[in-house]
């Protein structure tokens, strides 16, 4: 067990629904990062936050969004969905020092839209 | 831009016989490499990790990996694979964000090793 938990695990919707993905991070992390993993594209980074704040984004689609609230909960916001978003997707979280410091994932959450 | 690539999709090992599995990278200053796995429905693992000094990083579930920047490489190797190892392996390089704070991982396309009995 990472300590990353992520809701629902599955998710199953229509072409042009929108959804939302729950991440807590590990306790003490300030770092979340939310990556999508699908089999043409493999495992593809989409937006880092930190302490609430986005601090990098990926190959993020713009119909997707991301927040990290006060507790440091994140949350990405995926709408008008098509079916190449199906995938799994991940969150991950990190402490953020003076090193480099190691990327706990989650289980994922898998998404299929029909 | 930085990159990796582990040219090997598919890798099939007898039980008992040794494994490498094949990383190289595309970064311009010192990496930050990384071995994952992920079993069947589950998240990934960190397997071990590079940052700096020795070149030969152990792991945990008896793996090692070797960092050779003259190669851009860093292969992870098992020297007796055991049926449960089977799962895919992604290998990772950490990206610094501009500013120096640290960034995303950046994943290569993934080995899947299968273990014959």
């Known amino acids: 067990d990472s300590g990353v938990t992520q809701t629902p695990k599955h998710l199953i919707t229509a072409t042009g629904q929108r959804v939302t993905l729950r991440c807590s991070p590990r306790?003490?992390?300030?770092?979340v990062y939310w990556y999508q993993q699908s089999l043409d594209q493999g495992l593809q980074f989409l937006i880092q936050?930190?302490?609430?704040?986005?601090?990098a984004k990926g190959n993020i689609l713009e119909r997707f969004s991301a927040q990290q609230f006060p507790d440091l909960h994140s949350e990405l916001n995926l709408s008008s969905l098509e079916l190449g978003d199906s995938a799994l997707y991940f969150c991950?979280?990190?402490?953020?020092?003076?090193?480099?410091?190691?990327?706990?994932f989650g289980p994922g959450t898998r998404l299929t839209v029909l | 831009a930085q990159s990796v690539t582990q040219p090997d999709i598919h890798i099939t090992v007898s039980e008992g016989a040794s494994l490498e599995l094949r990383c190289n990278y595309s970064y311009g200053a010192t990496p930050y490499l990384f071995w994952y796995v992920q079993s069947p429905g589950q998240g990934l693992q960190l397997l071990l990790k590079?940052?700096?000094?020795?070149?030969l990083v152990q792991g945990i579930k008896g793996f090692e990996a070797e960092f050779k920047r003259s190669q851009s490489s860093f292969n992870l190797r098992k020297p007796s694979v055991h049926w449960s190892d089977a799962a895919e392996y992604f290998c990772?390089?950490?990206?610094?964000?501009?500013?120096?704070?640290?960034?995303?991982?950046?994943f290569g396309k993934g080995t899947k090793l299968s273990v014959k009995p």
């Open positions: 306790s003490g992390d300030l770092s």
């Open positions: 936050y930190y302490n609430g704040e986005e601090r």
């Open positions: 590079y940052f700096s000094g020795d070149t």
């Open positions: 990772a390089v950490g990206a610094v964000n501009y500013g120096g704070s640290q960034g995303n991982l950046i």
């Open positions: 991950a979280s990190s402490a953020l020092g003076q090193t480099y410091n190691e990327q706990f």
